[in-house]
C-alpha cells in the first residue's frame, strides 16, 4: 500500500494538523529561554514550505521534554514560535494550549498559507496514553494530519496515532 505525501493532497483552506518534532535542546538564561540547536526546527522548512505553497492554514503540533502532564514553564514551544518565524521570516501564531478554546480560536484565526504552533501537547498526560477524547479535541481542529515528526512517528500517542485514526474515522486524509 503506497502513502501519501503532502503533495497527493489538495489542502488549499483546509486546516492541517502537521505533527512536527521540535523537541529542541534549550537552556534557561537570565530572562528567557534559548534555543542551542534549530536543527529539528529547519528540518521541517521543506514540509512547511509545501503546505504554505497550498494554501493550508497550517497548525503545528509537537512535544518538548517530559513535562510529565503538568505545565513546566521552560518547556513551553512558545520560544520555538519565536525561532520559526524569525527563520521563516514570517508571523507564526502561538496557542497557549493545544486543545480548547485557546487553541480553537486561534486556528479560527489562520488565514491560507499561515502557520499556528499549539503549546506542548505534553502539557495533557493523556497525550502519552492515546487517549481516545483527547485525540478526538485534537482532531477537532484540522481537516487533513500531515506527519513530519519523525523522531516521534513510532510513538503511539495522541497526536500521532489518535489524529490520524480519528480524521481517517471521519473520512479525512492523512501523509
Given at each position: ?72 514553564p ?27 478554546e ?25 497525550e ?28 503511539a ?19
Amino acid at each position: 500500500m503506497s502513502k501519501l505525501t503532502v503533495k497527493d493532497l489538495d489542502l488549499r483552506a483546509k486546516r492541517v494538523f502537521t505533527r512536527v518534532d521540535y523537541n529542541v535542546p534549550m537552556e534557561e538564561t537570565s530572562d528567557a529561554m534559548v534555543i542551542n540547536d534549530d536543527t529539528r526546527i529547519r528540518a521541517t522548512l521543506p514540509t512547511l514550505k509545501a503546505l504554505r505553497n497550498q494554501g493550508a492554514r497550517i497548525i503545528l503540533a509537537a512535544h518538548l521534554g517530559r513535562p510529565k502532564g503538568e505545565r513546566v514553564p521552560s518547556m513551553s514551544l512558545k520560544p520555538v514560535a519565536k525561532k520559526l518565524s524569525k527563520i521563516i521570516e514570517r508571523p507564526v501564531a502561538f496557542a497557549s494550549d493545544c486543545v480548547g478554546e485557546a487553541a480553537a480560536n486561534a486556528v479560527d484565526n489562520l488565514k491560507d498559507g499561515e502557520i499556528l504552533l499549539l503549546e506542548n501537547v505534553r502539557y495533557h498526560a493523556a497525550e502519552e496514553m492515546n487517549d481516545k477524547d483527547f485525540a478526538k479535541q485534537l482532531t477537532k481542529l484540522a481537516d487533513v494530519y500531515v506527519n513530519d515528526a519523525f523522531g516521534a512517528a513510532h510513538r503511539a500517542h495522541a497526536s500521532t496515532v489518535g489524529v490520524p485514526q480519528e480524521l481517517s474515522a471521519r473520512g479525512g486524509q492523512g501523509a
